[in-house]
């Protein structure tokens, strides 16, 4: 099997951030902290930077969020996050430019690998 690896960022030496193998590109869980280690309060917020971190590591595959099928959202308060759907999916519509065309599932969970974060984004895409 041919693989295609990206690894980088602090945890490089445990796993890769995206792995291609034929077609299937899957990207690890990406966080809403910017290169900084900066994470702002709001779960809108931290999707924001969730999406940036994702468009990076697609950029590496010479892919792009039109490439993405499959989401998974995990978040540490599912309330929080359905509270605020409207406002949330509105600006992820922004960033996907229309209507994501991608399955996606919802995973409530006690905590991430910060205690400050509140959600993190794994994707699978499809690459030709």
């Given at each position: 099997m041919n693989k295609k690896l990206l690894r980088e960022g602090p945890y490089?030496?445990?796993?890769?951030?995206?792995?291609?193998?034929g077609n299937v590109l899957t990207l690890a869980g990406q966080i809403g902290a910017d290169s900084n280690?900066?994470?702002?309060?709001?779960?809108k917020e931290q999707?924001?930077?969730?999406?940036?971190?994702i468009q990076n590591v697609l950029r590496e595959f010479?892919?792009?969020l039109d490439n993405v099928i499959d989401?998974?959202?995990?978040?540490t308060d599912v309330d929080d996050c359905m509270n605020n759907v409207s406002e949330?999916?509105?600006?992820?519509?922004?960033?996907?430019g229309c209507k994501p065309e991608v399955s996606q599932t919802?995973?409530?969970t006690s905590a991430l690998v910060q205690p400050d974060l509140k959600i993190e984004?794994?994707?699978?895409?499809?690459?030709?």
């Open positions: 490089a030496d445990f796993f890769s951030q995206g792995v291609q193998v280690g900066h994470t702002p309060e709001s779960i999707m924001i930077i969730c999406y940036q971190n010479d892919a792009t989401e998974t959202w995990f978040v949330i999916f509105a600006e992820r519509e922004k960033i996907y919802l995973v409530g984004i794994k994707c699978i895409a499809y690459v030709d």
